[in-house]
């Protein structure tokens, strides 16, 4: 080697040490007070955000620097994958009733997050996205990473905006959590621009956000207790989000009274506890006949806070256009959804909390006590376990979970075949206790149910997985372990993405292709990172499984890899097939 070449390696070494003196140097300087990034944080422990989920980029890095000052106000639970972060950001919302907030980095960290936006979008969950973005300055130019976040997420979320102007941070983000909680509650994107974070935020005073609420006008109530009167088979469907125990006990308590059959909609059954004398089940993928024939049958639809979409409607066909407008009472929190699929008799734009509290008190004259038993009774025999081939039984075991977990143990699941299991024979018993992706995000569950945990600490929280539906976000397990978020997860190993295969082979019988699936051993995979594991392949094993996994829990994440039979399905009619939520072409329906 020359003494030229010797001679600026010498000199490019020491240039690279002055560097990175002068870069820690940088990283340990506090930001000025004031800054666009520390008035951010500050909107954020205003509103009571309690914690934020994310996976780091040096784009927001002035934000994380904030955040490291309010540690014993806002915890910081740093995730694998964007996607992870978004989803338990959005479970987040689903159970507090605050915006799930969640940051990531330009470019391919927006695009991770993406899934848990649209599931946010999809199922009206309050949630707030900060991304980081590049300069300003460098805009337009396809700069590295650089995304116009307004094109992307504008119609995934209710708002998609940047903060150009550093004085207008604390303005923007107030914006942001009002867009997220009024009217239809949904997800907002704040693009942080890495050059602005820096600068002053402004004097503006920081409020804490409190969302307009509408309720029903008293005419409109007399207007129902009116037509309510006239009815012969009645019929209350509650669905959507921000639902209170409150609103749930009062809605309980009206229907108790005057015997009203009421049903929840697709993935909304911890709205009313289904132990309730009055409750005829859900209008879900896999829906109970005898419920669908009760509604096609009813002479009065109350609809509250459901939009009445392609499931909870199996496939737009549990009603006729003609003569709906005679019988259909729609209030939801969005005026857009008014009418936007059904004709009404009756509609209004009204929370559904505050519409429940209204509507519980109409006395309508009259009551349909033998019409709600005979609907509870449907419900409570299709609820129960059911014989099946194969050597796991899962309505028995999710029988079993049902016995087992207390009244206010959290439920979480993704998309997949398995997942009818769980919503038939799981009988939820206190509001804000299912967590479950009306979008049929697969990936939900594992990551939704961290999230859970982070919220309720001392509360079980169990998930149940499909092996196909684990594995989208199953790295995730690092992040329980790391945070000390000790759920217990049930993943269904059938060696198949189930739900595909059962309509592949609908369509195309005898030529699999692409749905068959090699699983590791999950129980080793558990241990690697530090969780506890145990295998199951008998029911009558499932029992000493889950009272392991619980006790394990107390003290790390646990996971029972439960494996079933790719081949046994369950035996209902329509509905219980396209818990992907895509790619149906098929009636919606098992096969078994």
């Given at each position: 080697m020359s003494s030229f070449a010797v001679g600026s390696a010498s000199a490019i070494g020491a240039a690279a040490r002055d560097l990175l003196v002068t870069v820690a140097m940088t990283q340990t300087r506090s930001q000025p007070q004031g800054t666009a990034a520390r008035r951010l944080v500050e909107t954020l422990v205003v509103n009571g955000i309690d914690t934020v989920f994310c996976v780091p980029g040096e784009s927001y890095l002035a934000v994380l620097d904030a955040l490291a000052d309010v540690k014993d106000q806002i915890r910081v639970v740093t995730c694998r994958h964007e996607a992870g972060a978004a989803n338990m950001a959005e479970a987040y919302g689903k159970l507090t009733g605050k915006p799930g907030l969640c940051m990531v980095t330009r470019g391919p960290g927006a695009t991770h997050a993406s899934i848990g936006v649209h599931t946010a979008h999809q199922d009206s969950t309050p949630m707030i996205l900060f991304v980081g973005q590049i300069a300003l300055t460098d805009r337009g130019r396809g700069a590295f990473q650089e995304v116009d976040y307004r094109e992307v997420f504008g119609g995934l979320a209710k708002w998609a905006?940047?903060?150009?102007?550093?004085a207008r941070t604390v303005e923007i983000v107030e914006r942001a959590f009002a867009t997220a909680l009024q009217g239809?509650?949904?997800?907002?994107?704040?693009?942080?621009?890495?050059?602005?974070?820096?600068?002053?935020g402004g004097p503006a005073p920081v409020r804490a956000v409190t969302p307009a609420r509408s309720a029903l006008p008293a005419a409109f109530v007399a207007q129902v207790r009116e037509t309510l009167?006239?009815?012969?088979?009645?019929?209350?469907?509650?669905?959507?989000?921000?639902?209170?125990?409150?609103a749930s006990d009062a809605v309980a308590g009206w229907c108790e009274r005057i015997g009203l059959p009421v049903s929840l909609s697709f993935r909304r059954k911890d709205i009313l506890k289904n132990d309730h004398p009055c409750y005829v089940g859900d209008l879900g993928l896999g829906c109970n006949p005898k419920l669908i024939a009760r509604a096609k049958g009813a002479d009065l639809i109350i609809a509250v806070g459901a939009r009445l979409g392609e499931n909870p409607t199996q496939g737009y066909t549990l009603f006729e256009r003609e003569g709906l407008a005679d019988r259909l009472i729609h209030?939801?929190?969005?005026?857009?959804?008014?009418?936007?699929?059904?004709?009404?008799?009756?509609?209004?734009?009204?929370?559904?909390?505050?519409?429940?509290?209204?509507l519980s008190e109409i006395d309508p004259g009259r009551t349909w006590h033998d019409e709600a038993a005979i609907g509870h009774g449907d419900y409570q025999a299709f609820s129960t376990p059911v014989p099946v081939t194969g050597a796991v039984n899962m309505s028995e075991c999710m029988a079993h979970l049902n016995d087992a977990v207390p009244p206010d143990a959290v439920v979480t699941n993704g998309a997949g075949n398995f997942a009818?299991?769980?919503?038939?024979?799981?009988?939820?018993?206190?509001?804000?206790?299912?967590?479950?992706?009306t979008s049929g995000a697969m990936g939900y569950g594992f990551p939704a149910a961290i999230g859970a945990k982070a919220v309720h600490p001392d509360r079980e929280v169990i998930c149940i997985a499909g092996d196909g539906d684990f594995m989208m976000l199953a790295q995730e397990l690092a992040t329980a372990v790391q945070h000390g978020l000790?759920?217990?997860?049930?993943?269904?190993?059938?060696?198949?993405?189930?739900?595909?295969r059962m309509h592949q082979e609908g369509h195309y019988p005898g030529r699999v292709i692409a749905t068959d699936l090699k699983n590791p051993d999950f129980v080793k995979y558990a241990e690697a990172f530090g969780a506890f594991g145990v295998r199951c392949e008998r029911t009558e094993d499932f029992p000493s499984a889950l009272t392991a996994a619980r006790a394990a829990a107390k003290t790390q994440p646990a996971l029972i890899h439960l494996i079933t039979d790719a081949r046994t399905s369950l035996p209902t009619a329509p509905s219980a097939g396209c818990a992907r939520g895509r790619g149906c072409p098929l009636p919606h329906g098992e096969r078994g």
């Open positions: 905006t940047e903060i150009e102007t550093p239809r509650m949904g997800p907002v994107v704040v693009a942080l621009p890495e050059n602005i974070l820096h600068d002053d009167a006239k009815a012969e088979r009645p019929l209350l469907v509650l669905g959507g989000s921000g639902w209170t125990q409150e209030i939801h929190p969005g005026p857009e959804e008014l009418g936007r699929v059904w004709p009404t008799l009756l509609s209004a734009a009204a929370d559904n909390s505050l519409a429940a509290l209204a009818a299991w769980l919503h038939r024979f799981y009988r939820h018993k206190a509001c804000r206790t299912q967590l479950a992706p000790n759920i217990i997860t049930v993943v269904v190993d059938n060696g198949t993405y189930g739900t595909i």
